[in-house]
C-alpha cells in the first residue's frame, strides 16, 4: 500500500514544480511585453513635480502623455526651478509659462550618444525646440553636454518614455526671447503722428500746395 501512495505523492510534487515553473515564466514574458511607460509617467518617477505642475498648468500634458510621440525632453530639477529667476511671475502667466515648457522639448529622439555624436566634430551647434527657437549644444572634448546659454549639465541620461527620451538637466532652459525672464515683453506704441496744419493754420491754401505735388498711384 505504500508504493501507490509514494507514487501520487511524487506526481504531485511533480506538478507543483511545473505549475511554479510556468507561473515563472509567464511572470517573465508579462515583464518583457510590459506596456512602455509614457513620458509623464518617466517624469513622475523621477521626481520632477515643478516641471509637471508646469505641464498640467499649461494645458499641454497630453504631449507627454503618448507612448507613440517622438521627442526628447530636457527635464529640468525641481532644484532648477528654484534657482530660475522670476519663476513665480513666469507660472504666473500661461503665454510665457507655454514658451518655456516647450522650449524644453526637441522633435525627435535624442540619446546623449547622438547628440555627441552630431556635435564632437565642431563642439558647438544648436537644436530646434519644440517652439522652433534655437537651443545652443556645446560637447566637451570628453563627452561633456552642455546646453543653453547657462550651460546646463544632463544629470540622468536616456530614460526611455515609449517612442521618447528624458534626459533630465540641472538648469531650466531659457529661451532666447528678450525679456524673458523679466516678465511680459511690453511692446511701446509708436508716437502719433502729428496732425497736418490746417489752412487757416498757415494761411496758405492747400488745393494750391497739393496741385504741385507729384501724384502717386497706391495699387
Same mark, same amino acid.
Given at each position: ?5 509514494? %507514487? ?14 510556468? =507561473? ?20 513622475? =518617477? ?6 509637471? *505642475? ?27 526651478? #528654484? ?10 502667466? =500661461?503665454?510665457?509659462?507655454? $514658451? ?5 522639448? /526637441? ?10 555624436? #552630431?556635435?564632437? *566634430?565642431?563642439?558647438?551647434? $544648436? ?27 544632463? %544629470? ?11 534626459? /533630465? ?8 526671447? $528678450? ?22 493754420? $498757415?494761411? %496758405?491754401?492747400?488745393? =494750391? ?5 507729384? #501724384?502717386?498711384?497706391?495699387?
Amino acid at each position: 500500500m505504500r508504493f501507490p501512495v509514494l %507514487v501520487v505523492a511524487v506526481l504531485l510534487l511533480l506538478q507543483a514544480c511545473f505549475t511554479a515553473a510556468e =507561473s515563472f515564466a509567464l511572470g517573465s514574458l508579462s515583464e518583457r511585453v510590459a506596456v512602455p511607460n509614457s513620458p509623464s509617467e518617466v517624469l513622475e =518617477s523621477q521626481g520632477l513635480t515643478t516641471f509637471l *505642475k508646469a505641464v498640467n498648468q499649461t494645458g499641454l500634458g497630453p504631449l507627454f502623455e503618448g507612448i507613440n510621440d517622438n521627442f526628447t525632453i530636457f527635464a529640468p530639477t525641481n532644484e532648477a526651478f #528654484q534657482d530660475l529667476n522670476n519663476v513665480s511671475t513666469i507660472f504666473a502667466n =500661461s503665454g510665457t509659462l507655454e $514658451t518655456l515648457i516647450l522650449y524644453q522639448v /526637441v522633435p525627435g529622439a535624442l540619446t546623449t550618444s547622438d547628440i555627441v555624436s #552630431q556635435f564632437e *566634430k565642431s563642439g558647438v551647434g $544648436t537644436l530646434n525646440s519644440a517652439n522652433n527657437l534655437e537651443i545652443l549644444v556645446f560637447v566637451r572634448p570628453n563627452g561633456t553636454i552642455l546646453l543653453g546659454t547657462d550651460e546646463a549639465s544632463i %544629470v540622468t541620461a536616456n530614460l526611455s518614455a515609449g517612442n521618447s527620451v528624458v534626459q /533630465v538637466i540641472d538648469r531650466v532652459l531659457v529661451p532666447p526671447v $528678450t525679456n524673458f525672464l523679466l516678465g511680459p515683453t511690453v511692446i511701446p506704441s509708436a508716437p502719433s503722428a502729428p496732425s497736418a496744419p490746417t489752412a487757416a493754420d $498757415t494761411g %496758405v491754401s492747400t488745393t =494750391s500746395i497739393s496741385s504741385s505735388l507729384p #501724384q502717386t498711384t497706391f495699387a
